[in-house]
């Protein structure tokens, strides 16, 4: 099976990552349409969530009953998010380091605590 969108021209890719009532958010640049296929090009850069994207991720996660997930969009020429998707099992860990967020304690204390 596959999945097919169209292409979106794109300043830049945002992932937002969600541990409970934690939100990290990261634009991902590249010079590459997908940056998965070049790690070492990449830079990141860590921004707050824009209220309206973050009411519109509690809405998701609420209607899914889900307390994570890591939330890919792309954020198009005149600065609008183009939502791709929501992993609820997504990968993380990758961008702590680059970038020096604490989604390992917000994770940890969701495991330990539940969602506050």
């Known amino acids: ?11 830049y890719d ?6 409970g009532d934690a939100m990290f958010a990261v634009q991902i ?3 590459l349409l997908d940056w998965r296929q ?3 090009q990449i ?6 969530v824009p209220d309206k994207i973050a009411d519109k991720i509690h809405l998701y996660l609420d209607h899914f009953r889900l ?3 890591c939330f890919d969009f792309a954020i198009d020429a005149d600065d609008r998010p183009v939502f ?3 992993n609820p099992n997504g990968q993380w860990a990758w961008m702590q380091a680059p970038t020096g967020l604490s989604m390992a304690t917000a994770f940890a204390d969701l495991l330990e ?3 506050s």
Do not use: N, W
């Not at 099976?1 to 300043?11: D, E, T």
């Not at 945002?14 to 541990?19: D, E, G, K, M, S």
């Open 29 to 31: 640049h590249s010079p």
């Open 84 to 86: 791709l998707e929501c």
């Open 14 to 19: 945002l992932r937002i990552t969600v541990a």
């Open 43 to 48: 830079e990141y850069r860590v921004m707050q």
């Open 1 to 11: 099976m596959h999945l097919f969108q169209r292409a979106v021209p794109k300043k």
């Open 38 to 40: 070049d790690y070492e």
């Open 67 to 69: 307390v994570s997930g």
């Open 113 to 115: 605590m539940g969602r």
